[in-house]
């Protein structure tokens, strides 16, 4: 963004809420945002949104990936994989099928938890956006 901004785009908005804008971008902003209103209360909407994203799914963020969802090598894999691989199936492991069947697999709580939590989180954003609009 130049000294003398013409137009704030919605990336140069963007920038700025996400903190990736450089110190006189920012100064340059801040000025752009005291000037145009409209734009002012854009911005505050998308750190609302931002904030509450955060807040929603950081912690899922940080959880380990459940076992039933990495990715393993099976004996029905089209590659060969020889028997002493570290990729090779152990005995104890199910088949592809079986690990693929409808009964429900421990771990698939934490998924369909961030799920729902996702869709819910854009239903709140969503709402805010169309009460802010009036």
């Known amino acids: 963004m130049s000294d003398v901004?013409?137009?704030?785009?919605?990336?140069?908005?963007?920038?700025?809420?996400?903190?990736?804008?450089?110190?006189?971008?920012?100064?340059?902003?801040?000025?752009?945002?005291?000037?145009h209103g409209d734009d002012a209360e854009r911005v505050e909407t998308w750190r609302l949104q931002r904030q509450l994203l955060h807040a929603r799914f950081?912690?899922?963020?940080?959880?380990?990936?459940?076992?039933?969802?990495?990715?393993?090598?099976?004996?029905?894999?089209?590659?060969?994989?020889?028997?002493q691989s570290p990729l090779a199936p152990s005995a104890a492991e199910p088949p592809l099928a079986a690990r693929f069947s409808s009964e429900p697999v421990v771990g698939h709580s934490h998924l369909s938890a961030f799920v729902l939590g996702f869709c819910s989180a854009l239903?709140?954003?969503?709402?805010?956006?169309?009460?802010?609009r009036g």
């Not at 804008?21 to 945002?33: C, I, P, V």
């Not at 950081?58 to 028997?83: H, K, M, N, Y």
């Not at 239903?123 to 802010?132: A, E, I, N, P, Q």
């Open 58 to 83: 950081d912690g899922v963020v940080r959880e380990s990936l459940p076992a039933a969802l990495s990715l393993r090598a099976s004996s029905t894999t089209r590659f060969a994989i020889s028997p």
């Open 5 to 35: 901004m013409h137009q704030a785009s919605d990336a140069d908005l963007h920038r700025y809420v996400d903190g990736e804008s450089g110190h006189r971008e920012r100064d340059a902003m801040r000025q752009w945002l005291t000037a």
């Open 123 to 132: 239903v709140l954003v969503c709402l805010l956006v169309f009460m802010h």
